[in-house]
């Protein structure tokens, strides 16, 4: 497990560590720098000019410690730094007062006109970026974009917001760093949003605060397979179908049961002992001639399908891929109000969109799978901050959006993207981060989200929980997509599940 720190849970550990005694906020500061510079001279090993930038706060005092350790490898090192050095922070004023060379203003212009670096160390501002950066320092991120691409960020690409993965420059974003270096934790910003795409390779230092961890509380952590609930993806010798437990997975009608079908693949795939198709009559044929290890049930009204799961072997279900917004009104409807006994549900696609806003406590054992329009339609009020330019740091977040819809929904909740939000209404919450090494840009693709959904559902009915089921679904999903990688098309995805399960699972046969 990766835990994400926010930045104020970064302070409170730093906080504990120093007053602690077992550390000095100098020595910690002084092990961030050689950290940026051991990742710095291993990316560029041809280097030796750079220039540094120095913000106001203890970001600057990292980057006079950088400078310093730079010129002490023999590199011409340039620093400007923002006005009033003396009024840094304590510890920040004693690496400006330890950099013995000269001193240029951090403006825009000084910036462009300076002689070329080979790399541009980027220490405006870090975790304490409180408010939209405006004026000369605004300008100074809009140049620092200009002049190179060779830019190490400290801790952040100046400009971005650490809890939330967005810019805090109004109409503008911070310069994109080639390199980002930062301490102890990865945070929620470098995972979120702009963040992946705006930190470039990701370094993360040890700066010995680890033992104060537990100062801070767990908020979220990042999807990861050493997560104990994919130990249970396994099967046993022992098992037969019945253990892996029974999916029922909801179609629309005539010509558009393609996306349920994909679902259903998927559930059979992840190992669900039984994947049952439920169809209206009209899509009966149709369903048939298409599938041969799935099974088919006619169910044309809530009627029949509260009949349907009166077989208590049931054991989870999916509305919404191709369901048609009025037969998945009709069908949750049952769920509801039916008199059916509860069963772990995803709901998706056009079932969400017949829920409309959600308002209050839905079953708990639901799962939502919105991507950004679907989560605009289910939590208007929430969609709408995540879009307004912040007015503030730390700026409202896809985690504080996807946790506030859980909690109001009573159920897990998945909000879809390159960065996936999973959070559980206990407060429980993971980003699904799809960048860098775990990239895959080609589940872009139409019908990916239905294989999710059925992955999740295959996942439910073998008895996974909701939070974990939605969490490993999510991260099997991803896999799946870089194993077939370029030229994807969601069909691929069910078919890749083998090899990564087998890798997941150790399998060697
Ligand atoms: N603590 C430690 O032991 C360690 C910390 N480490 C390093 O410290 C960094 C955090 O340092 P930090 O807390 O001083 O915050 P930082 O990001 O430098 O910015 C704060 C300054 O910016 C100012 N400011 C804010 N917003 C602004 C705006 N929009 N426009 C203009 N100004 C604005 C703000 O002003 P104020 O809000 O106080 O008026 C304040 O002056 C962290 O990222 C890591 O690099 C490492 O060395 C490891 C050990
Ligand atoms: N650029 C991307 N990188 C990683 N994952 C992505 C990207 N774009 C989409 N996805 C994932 O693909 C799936 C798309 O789901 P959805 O939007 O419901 O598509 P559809 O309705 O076509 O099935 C989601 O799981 C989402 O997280
Ligand atoms: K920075």
């Known amino acids: 497990m990766i835990e994400l720190v926010t930045s104020a849970q970064m302070r409170a550990i730093e906080t504990a560590a120093i007053e602690s005694g077992a550390v000095r906020g100098l020595d910690l500061m002084e092990r961030a720098a050689e950290g940026v510079v051991a990742a710095l001279v291993t990316r560029w090993p041809g280097a030796e000019r750079a220039c540094v930038l120095c913000g106001p706060g203890n970001n600057g005092g990292d980057g006079f410690a950088v400078a310093r350790l730079l010129a002490a490898r023999g590199w011409t090192v340039r620093v400007l730094a923002a006005a009033g050095a003396d009024r840094m922070p304590p510890d920040a004023v004693s690496n400006a007062r330890a950099w013995t060379g000269p001193v240029a203003p951090l403006t825009a212009e000084a910036l462009a006109e300076g002689p070329q670096a080979d790399v541009y160390v980027d220490a405006v501002f870090g975790t304490g970026l409180s408010r939209p950066v405006t004026g000369e320092l605004a300008r100074v991120v809009a140049a620092l974009a200009r002049v190179s691409a060779r830019v190490v960020a400290v801790d952040a690409p100046s400009g971005l917001c650490l809890d939330s993965g967005r810019s805090l420059i109004p109409g503008g974003i911070p310069a994109r760093a080639a390199l980002t270096v930062t301490f102890g934790w990865r945070k929620p910003g ?51 179908k019945f253990t892996h437990g029974h999916a029922l997975i909801l179609t629309g009608g005539m010509g558009r049961t393609g996306a349920a079908r994909l679902s259903a693949r998927a559930a059979l795939r992840i190992g669900a002992g039984l994947v049952t198709l439920g169809a209206p009559g009209s899509a009966m044929m149709e369903v048939a001639a298409q599938i041969t290890a799935l099974m088919l049930r006619r169910i044309d009204s809530p009627e029949a399908l509260a009949e349907a799961l009166a077989d208590t072997r049931i054991t989870a279900l999916c509305l919404g891929p191709g369901l048609g917004i009025e037969r998945a009104a009709a069908l949750l409807g049952a ?86 939000v999973i959070a559980a209404p206990d407060g429980r919450s993971s980003v699904h981060a799809a960048s860098g090494a775990q990239a895959a840009p080609w589940l872009a693709t139409a019908g990916s989200g239905d294989v999710l959904a059925g992955i999740i559902t295959g996942l439910l009915a073998r008895g996974v929980g909701s939070y974990a089921a939605a969490c490993t679904g999510t991260w099997l999903h991803a896999a799946a997509a870089r194993h077939v990688g370029p030229g994807l098309i969601a069909e691929d995805l069910p078919e890749a599940l083998p090899a990564v399960l087998r890798r997941v699972i150790g399998h060697p046969g």
């Open 335 to 420: 769920l509801r109000e039916g008199g059916v006994k509860p069963r772990p549900t995803v709901v998706d696609a056009d079932a969400l969109t017949a829920l409309g806003p959600v308002s209050g406590a839905l079953p708990e054992d639901w799962v939502l799978t919105p991507h950004g329009g679907e989560f605009a339609r289910l939590f208007p009020d929430l969609a709408a901050r995540l879009s307004a330019e912040p007015a503030n740091g730390p700026a409202f977040s896809r985690l504080d959006a996807g946790r506030q819809a859980a909690a109001r929904a009573g159920c897990v909740v998945v909000l879809k993207g390159p960065d996936t």
């Open 190 to 240: 470098h995972v979120l949003a702009q963040g992946p795409e705006l930190c470039g390779e990701m370094v993360t230092v040890d700066i010995g605060v680890a033992a104060w961890r537990e100062a801070a509380g767990v908020t979220a952590s990042l999807v990861t397979p050493d997560d104990p609930a994919f130990a249970q993806l396994d099967k046993t010798t022992a098992a037969h």
